[in-house]
């Protein structure tokens, strides 16, 4: 018997807009499982983790304490915009 592999990456595939729509535990989750982190940083004293997850981005941002406290998703187009002004 042969086993069934697949590359982490295709895993799972959700959209953005039914990403958007899962709960915020399931979300996290997906990010930290399948999505591949591109970065970790900090903007206005907020740390931030940047992922890629098959089709789109997702930022997942950390309260004070070091909780997770938001996940927001962008297209790759949308990325260009945001990312200019929070890495300066």
């Excluded at 990010?31 to 789109?56: A, D, S």
């Excluded at 945001?82 to 300066?88: K, Q, Y």
Aim: glycine share 4%; charged share 20%; net charge negative.
């Amino acid at each position: 018997m042969q086993a069934n592999i697949t590359r982490p990456d295709e895993a799972v595939f959700i959209d953005q807009n039914k990403f958007d729509q899962l709960p915020f535990a399931i979300q996290l989750g997906a990010l930290q499982l399948w999505g591949l982190k591109f970065t970790c940083y900090q903007h206005e004293n907020q740390l931030r983790e940047l992922y890629h997850f098959n089709e789109f981005f997702a930022r997942i941002e950390y309260d004070e304490k070091g909780q997770p406290s938001s996940v927001r998703t962008h297209s790759a187009i949308q990325l260009i915009d945001f990312l200019p002004g929070e890495l300066n």
